[in-house]
């Protein structure tokens, strides 16, 4: 599963992008974890909170990122998709072959949802290493926007075929933050408003029937192909249940996220394929990976 390990190491790499040095490895990271102080002594570790939805603003028709490229995005074609993606859009995003994302309409201001900084109810997140390697990933920026610190969208890019943790990591981070063509690029001083959330995916799984998946556990992404014309598209798992859709009304977003122009609902747009998955998540804020880095420079 995603740790926070894996959430400081992608803070550390846009800091480290933005500030012109080279970032600390990830295994570094992981090693120097269990020497942290991870105690409490600001007196709230009762405060849960915030709620958890990324929205996503306008469509766009491609996503391409200054990666090898395996890792592009191009639009619908004859041929079989790519891997890479952009993610959360309830609303259609783009014909990219497996974009993710949400619409901007609002920020998120609903029940919250339970959140742990750093030493305070440590026992309930993945701190510690992975026992992954090598996964499918995603890498999600949001700005936290006080009083409430509601989360909006500001980056989010991921890729379908396995990545090393180390690598992967770090290019989706820099892709995120600065080349998803929805968003301009994060500059340094929106550093300390951002958020970053890992996803790595697993179990992947042909679906039986296009609802044949449990909403709240399952990811999906969906393929159907019209005048030899691949369109294809992909929610993570906690997208449906932030928007508090049911599974047709997730599947009729993702349909016209897909690209689909035609009319009709996803029953009427041929035959549908559903692949599901499931998604291990965890979160960091700026605050949290500024406590953290100051911490290991203490250590030099």
């Not at 992608?10 to 992981?30: K, Y």
């Not at 700005?143 to 690598?167: H, K, M, N, V, Y």
């Not at 014309?229 to 928007?243: G, I």
Request: proline share 8%.
């Amino acid at each position: 599963m995603a740790t926070v390990a894996h959430c400081l190491y992608c803070f550390d790499v846009l800091a480290a992008n933005l500030e012109d040095r080279t970032p600390i490895a990830l295994s570094a990271i992981e090693e120097s974890w269990p020497d942290y102080p991870k105690g409490s002594d600001d007196g709230d570790s009762d405060n849960e909170a915030e709620a958890n939805s990324e929205f996503d603003p306008a469509t766009s028709d491609s996503l391409k990122i200054p990666t090898p490229s395996s890792l592009s995005v191009t639009s619908p074609s004859s041929g079989s998709s790519s891997s890479q993606a952009s993610i959360f859009s309830p609303t259609p995003l783009t014909p990219s072959s497996a974009g993710t994302s949400a619409p901007p309409s609002r920020p998120s201001n609903s029940a919250p949802s339970p959140y742990h900084p750093i030493g305070q109810s440590l026992s309930a997140r993945s701190a510690q290493s992975s026992a992954l390697t090598s996964t499918p990933l995603f890498v999600t920026w949001n700005i936290l926007t006080p009083p409430l610190q509601s989360r909006q969208l500001r980056g989010c890019i991921g890729t379908f075929e396995a990545q090393p943790l180390d690598t992967g990591l770090a290019t989706y981070a820099l892709a995120a933050a600065h080349s998803d063509n929805r968003f301009n690029p994060i500059a340094a001083r929106e550093l300390p408003a951002l958020e970053v959330a890992v996803t790595l995916l697993t179990n992947f799984e042909a679906c039986a029937d296009p609802l044949d998946w449990e909403l709240g556990v399952h990811g999906i992404k969906i393929s159907f192909y019209h005048k030899s014309k691949r369109y294809s598209a992909t929610y993570l798992p906690d997208v449906a249940v932030e928007q508090g859709w049911n599974k047709e009304e997730t599947l009729e977003s993702l349909v016209r996220k897909a690209g689909w122009r035609k009319g009709g609902g996803w029953r009427d747009v041929g035959e549908l394929k559903v692949v599901r998955y499931q998604g291990r998540k965890e979160s960091v804020e700026y605050e949290e990976y500024k406590r953290w880095s100051d911490w290991t420079a203490a250590q030099k």
